[in-house]
């Protein structure tokens, strides 16, 4: 499928596109996300972790082209994404029709940029912009409520890519509100930089080395809740104060390049870079002055010239 209107490119490193992307009608922009806050705090019964949660969509991601067919295909520029009844927009595409009724088919083309294994969100963020395509496709059977219960049911964190700003996640991740608008307004527009290294962080190794360490792994869920609660009552404080990851030293005892590089940010420009998610992905704001060239090298110096490194911004 062609891309309509594709344009607006800014900076460019180590070939990927940075971009707020205009899309036609039918192409969607499928954004990643970062986890400004990430509080994990307990494990269920159900196997599941609890968790407080602080997440953002970037206004950088994958492009997912949809338009009518006789059945449900998927096709990607990236070899190395599956195109099976595997992936999340096949998934969510089945789960659409039985919800809906809908019998209609559709041909996906997904342009991938988000990495596999980054805590980036990337197949989530596409199973639930799936569902918003095909609902404008078979002309809005569903309405919001709808849509999230589906995507709760894809996974933990698809229902947040149902929102277009920032929100606060609870329970698994099913339970999404919207951030109040002005702390919204003082993550609007700041530059960020995401580098990820050449190693991909399973999301189901991350949370099994994090329960081995239990309890004392875990921030206990009323310290979450007051540490939020401080950040959002302080129009103030800047979003540096919020960062935070439980999922950081159980990432960081195993891959020794993550944290290694992240105390050369902090000293060298004075940066309070964080790891997104389970990892490896991590990111840093960047302030109005920054040397965004030299960070740049410095993130290849640390990990070579395969590391993804893109700035963008919150949109």
């Known amino acids: 499928m062609k891309t309509q ?10 070939g990927a596109w940075i971009a707020d992307r205009p899309v036609s009608a039918s192409v969607f922009f499928s954004p990643a996300k970062l986890n400004l806050f990430l509080a994990v705090t307990g494990r269920r019964r159900d196997g599941f972790h609890d968790l407080v949660s602080v997440v953002t969509p970037v206004a950088w991601g994958d492009t997912l082209g949809v338009e009518p067919a006789e059945a449900l295909t998927l096709t990607c520029d990236d070899p190395a994404v599956p195109l099976d009844g595997t992936n999340l927009i096949l998934r969510a595409a089945e789960r659409f029709r039985a919800a809906s009724g ?12 988000i990495p596999m294994g980054a805590g980036l969100g990337g197949g989530s963020s596409n199973g639930a912009t799936a569902l ?14 709808a849509l999230t219960t589906i995507a709760g049911q ?3 964190d ?10 606060v996640m609870r329970g698994r991740g099913e339970r999404v509100e919207a951030l109040p608008a002005d702390a919204a307004a003082r993550l609007r527009g700041r530059r960020v ?9 399973a999301t189901p190794w991350a949370y099994g080395r994090l329960a ?10 009323p310290e979450a809740e007051t540490r939020l609660a401080r950040w959002l009552g302080d129009p103030a404080a800047p979003v540096e104060e919020l960062l935070f990851n439980t999922m950081e030293p159980p990432a960081f005892a195993k891959f020794a390049a993550l944290p290694v590089l992240l105390e050369i940010l902090r000293a060298r420009f004075g940066l309070e870079p964080r790891m997104s998610g389970s990892g490896s992905a991590c990111f840093a704001f960047l302030p109005d002055a920054a040397p965004v060239a030299e960070i740049v090298a410095t993130v290849r110096a640390a990990w070579g010239p395969s590391a993804i490194v893109n700035e963008t911004r919150l949109p």
């Open 5 to 14: 209107n594709r344009a607006r490119e800014a900076r460019i490193y180590g």
């Open 102 to 113: 809908w019998r209609g088919g559709a041909r996906f083309h997904l342009e991938k940029r």
């Open 132 to 145: 918003r395509a095909l609902n404008v496709l078979a002309g809005h059977p569903l309405d919001a409520a």
């Open 154 to 156: 894809l996974g933990s």
């Open 158 to 167: 698809c229902a947040l890519f149902l929102h277009d700003g920032p929100v």
């Open 193 to 201: 930089l995401i580098f990820k290294p050449a190693f991909a962080i």
């Open 212 to 221: 081995a360490a239990a309890p004392a792994a875990y921030l206990p869920a």
